[in-house]
């Protein structure tokens, strides 16, 4: 399970334990932080990051910028930012800071859990830029600016 090592960072203990609990069951070796300071200190000692799940508000960092430093270090990760807020300019920001799945709380969870008992995550990386919410998940499309 080395390389199945998930990272579930999210402030509100039940809900981090909520994930922690669903992502065992998908056969991940999951690791929990409350903050992001946290989360980037459990991460010094792991090599290879299969998965994380991020809350997009946290106490010492957004995240955002959570997102982006996981990327930096881990660029084969499957990175999903989930926040209640479903606004486009934000699953924008997603996207452009290297997350690969946008999940709308509380819709999300059992689609994205689907997903990863039944695709590999190379398949699931591979693909486009997904976001879940209350319609199930679809493929984000970007903006087209004029």
Same mark, same amino acid.
């Given at each position: 399970?080395?390389?199945?090592?998930?990272?579930?960072?999210?402030?509100?203990?039940?809900?981090?334990?909520?994930? +922690? !609990?669903? $992502?065992? &069951?998908?056969? *991940?070796?999951?690791? @929990?932080?409350?903050?992001?300071?946290?989360?980037?200190?459990? %991460?010094?000692?792991?090599?290879?990051?299969?998965?994380?799940?991020?809350?997009?508000?946290?106490?010492?960092?957004?995240?955002?910028?959570?997102?982006?430093?996981?990327?930096?270090?881990?660029?084969?990760?499957?990175?999903?930012?989930?926040?209640?807020?479903? +606004? !486009?300019? $934000?699953? &924008?920001?997603? *996207?452009?800071?290297? @997350?690969?799945?946008?999940?709308?709380?509380?819709?999300?969870? %059992?689609?994205?859990?689907?997903?990863?008992?039944?695709?590999?995550?190379?398949?699931?990386?591979?693909?486009?830029?997904?976001?879940?919410?209350?319609?199930?998940?679809?493929?984000?499309?970007?903006?087209?600016?004029?």
């Amino acid at each position: 399970m080395a390389d199945r090592i998930a990272l579930v960072v999210d402030d509100t203990p039940a809900n981090r334990d909520f994930l +922690e !609990r669903l $992502l065992k &069951q998908a056969r *991940f070796d999951v690791r @929990g932080a409350g903050s992001g300071g946290d989360a980037l200190a459990q %991460m010094k000692a792991v090599d290879q990051l299969a998965l994380a799940v991020i809350d997009i508000q946290l106490p010492d960092m957004s995240g955002l910028q959570l997102t982006e430093r996981l990327r930096q270090r881990y660029p084969d990760a499957y990175l999903v930012v989930a926040t209640m807020h479903d +606004e !486009r300019s $934000l699953m &924008q920001s997603v *996207f452009e800071k290297g @997350g690969n799945c946008f999940l709308v709380k509380p819709h999300g969870f %059992m689609d994205l859990f689907q997903r990863l008992t039944t695709a590999s995550l190379d398949d699931l990386r591979e693909g486009d830029p997904l976001m879940i919410d209350q319609y199930g998940p679809r493929p984000f499309k970007p903006a087209v600016s004029s």
